[in-house]
């Protein structure tokens, strides 16, 4: 039993872990679909959702049910395997990163109180010990891999192929022209988020999530947003045009392509689509704080809970979310405060401001590392 359990050990943690870390994050998602449309009809006068349930709380089930139960049209001209793989690919693509987050400090030994109680039964005693053994300094991070950024960034840039596949495969000029403009989007933006990055990975000296983290958690002065606050200034613009949301959704803007490259998605194809936009809110929300706001670490947390206790792991797991929800609200204070740009205003705002600036900040970083370690 013991050797069956040593074998399938790392398979069911990392099934679990998986499985309860996606169905959190879209849990997240589907209220902050709530949150945005409670807080938009407040900022425009508007109550909002509130007929689903007390203050309107179930409304996201109500309209996950409503995209399962309509009717899914598919254009009779359509490139079918590349119409339906479309949603998908933006869908795994913006959830794959949650793989490689940190979201929460190591916890040592959680499962130690449980041997003394299962020590003299046979067979279960010293396979629960072994279990105990191995939850020793246990991560809250799925993958812990030494290249961390490098992963998200190429995954996320993967995920544009999602939206120019639905473009194209769905034979049908508006969703042509927002694949279009989304694919020139990224590459115009890309480039800029990937330069205000170096700075902090110059900094840090490590692209590992967790070193990064590590190397901003003595003190919140030494936070990375302190020293790199024009690569975060650069990083937040740049986050909201990869992720098409206002004032650079140029891909779908209603008033000039009907919905852009989902015009013709419907139902639950169309639902992945709309859950990716908010899955990739998200994991870019944990990139900002991760990368400039310290990540998990909660100044002076360790004078109330021993550091490696499950209370200061569960304790800078939510002070962890509270910084990503800032930037949730940020997302939605945004769209109902600013106007759309013209497409041509963006490109050149991304080509001819936002990358100068940030390659300055690379370079000024380059020269203040050189100083300082001369």
């Avoid at 945005?36 to 006068?45: D, P």
């Avoid at 700075?199 to 840090?204: E, I, K, S, T």
């Avoid at 990739?280 to 100044?299: A, E, Q």
Wanted: hydrophobic residues 55%.
């Amino acid at each position: 039993m013991e050797s069956a359990l040593k074998t399938a050990f790392p398979f069911i943690v990392y099934s679990v872990a998986i499985l309860l870390a996606f169905q959190g994050v879209l849990m997240i998602v589907a209220y902050t679909v709530l949150a945005e449309r409670k807080v938009l009809g407040w900022m425009q006068g508007r109550v909002g959702p509130n007929r689903v349930g007390p203050w309107g709380i179930l409304q996201p089930f109500a309209d996950l049910f409503k995209f399962i139960l309509k009717e899914d049209l598919v254009p009779d001209k359509s490139t079918k395997f590349l119409y339906f793989l479309a949603p998908f690919v933006a869908l795994t693509c913006a959830l794959l990163p949650i793989v490689v987050y940190p979201f929460g400090p190591r916890i040592s030994d959680p499962l130690g109180w449980l041997v003394p109680y299962v020590d003299g039964v046979e067979y279960i005693g010293p396979a629960i010990a072994w279990v105990a053994e191995q939850a020793r300094n246990m991560p809250l991070t799925i993958a812990q891999i030494d290249v961390g950024v490098l992963f998200v960034l190429a995954v996320t840039s993967v995920g544009v192929y999602g939206i120019a596949l639905a473009g194209w495969s769905s034979n049908s000029k508006y969703s042509l022209m927002g694949g279009l403009r989304s694919s020139a989007q990224m590459i115009s933006y890309e480039l800029a988020m990937g330069a205000s990055i170096l700075g902090v990975v110059m900094l840090a000296g490590t692209l590992d999530l967790n070193g990064i983290i590590q190397a901003q958690s003595a003190s919140p002065f030494k936070w990375y947003i302190i020293p790199q606050f024009i690569g975060f200034v650069v990083f937040l613009i740049a986050a909201f045009a990869e992720t098409n949301r206002v004032p650079f959704d140029l891909p779908e803007a209603e008033t000039e392509l009907v919905a852009g490259f989902h015009t013709e998605y419907s139902a639950l194809k169309f639902a992945l689509f709309f859950m990716a936009e908010y899955v990739n809110m998200f994991t870019v929300s944990v990139m900002v704080v991760v990368l400039f706001l310290g990540g998990w670490y909660i100044p002076g947390l360790s004078y109330i809970f021993p550091v490696g206790s499950i209370p200061y792991a569960i304790a800078s797991h939510a002070g962890f979310l509270l910084k990503i929800f800032f930037f949730l609200f940020l997302y939605i204070w945004v769209r109902g405060t600013l106007p759309r740009f013209r497409f041509d205003q963006l490109m050149s705002f991304g080509w001819k401001f936002l990358l100068p600036v940030a390659l300055g900040n690379v370079i000024l970083t380059i020269v203040v590392v050189y100083l300082l370690n001369s």
